[in-house]
Antibody, heavy 119, light 111 residues
Framework: EVQLVESGGASVQPGGSLRLSCAASGFTFSSYWMFWVRQTPERGLVWVSRINNDGSSAWYEDSVRGRFTLSRDNAKNTLYLQMNSLRAEDTAVYYC????????????WGQGTLVTVSS | VVMTQSPLSAPVILGQPASISCTSSLSLVYSNGKTHLSWFHQRPGQSPRRLIYEVSKRDSGVPDRFSGSGSGTYFTLKISRVEAEDVGVYYCMQGTHLPISFGQGTRLEIK
């Protein structure tokens, strides 16, 4: 059974940093591209970042580029999102998700982790 | 690519059909001829679950009362007979153009 379990969400002040993790199981993690998607009541679901299967390339949404860094450790079956210079507008539930066939589709989502940026 | 869903709220009677439309600002036909349009269902407090991919292909375990159709820029999700477990928010998503993008969601509720 495919499982994606996020962790690391917390309440942080503007300008602070957080690292989110996504532990994967039930599939060959190193074979799949992965996404982070965030959700707020105001903006709905918004793509944040994508990484290829070996971690050599990552892509970012414009508002997070230069502040967020996506990486992965295939030996640990874990995806990471390093979030720096956090802003109030980064407040959201963050989901990791799997791309089933390197075609920018999503098949499985984690349960999400809440990030709150507030003073 | 902007994905626009309608209606945003869909009150339906149990056992009756429901239909949600999704319009994209660009054609979603990919260079390989496939159309990367998916539908997801999200219950309160849960993460989204995929129902349909490539416009009309149902995921394993999805009841056959769910069907997807459409082409180019206009797509539809239909539920032939709504059941109580179908309540929640439905999202369309395109993966043809980067960045991937989602519709704003349609809330299905029982009337």
């Amino acid at each position: 059974e495919v499982q994606l379990v996020e962790s690391g969400g917390a309440s942080v002040q503007p300008g602070g940093s957080l690292r989110l993790s996504c532990a994967a199981s039930g599939f060959t993690f190193s074979s799949y591209w992965m996404f982070w998607v965030r959700q707020t009541p105001e903006r709905g679901l918004v793509w944040v970042s994508r990484i290829n299967n070996d971690g050599s390339s990552a892509w970012y949404e414009d508002s997070v580029r230069g502040r967020f860094t996506l990486s992965r450790d295939n030996a640990k079956n874990t995806l990471y999102l390093q979030m720096n210079s956090l802003r109030a507008e980064d407040t959201a539930v963050y989901y990791c998700a799997r791309d089933p066939d390197t075609s920018n589709k999503i098949d499985y989502w984690g349960q999400g982790t809440l990030v709150t940026v507030s003073s | 690519v902007v994905m626009t869903q309608s209606p945003l709220s869909a009150p339906v009677i149990l056992g009756q059909p429901a239909s949600i439309s999704c319009t994209s600002s660009l054609s979603l036909v990919y260079s390989n001829g496939k159309t990367h349009l998916s539908w997801f269902h999200q219950r309160p407090g849960q993460s989204p679950r995929r129902l349909i991919y490539e416009v009309s292909k149902r995921d394993s375990g999805v009841p056959d009362r769910f069907s997807g159709s459409g082409s180019g820029t206009y797509f539809t999700l239909k539920i032939s007979r709504v059941e109580a477990e179908d309540v929640g928010v439905y999202y369309c998503m395109q993966g043809t153009h980067l960045p991937i993008s989602f519709g704003q969601g349609t809330r299905l509720e029982i009337k």
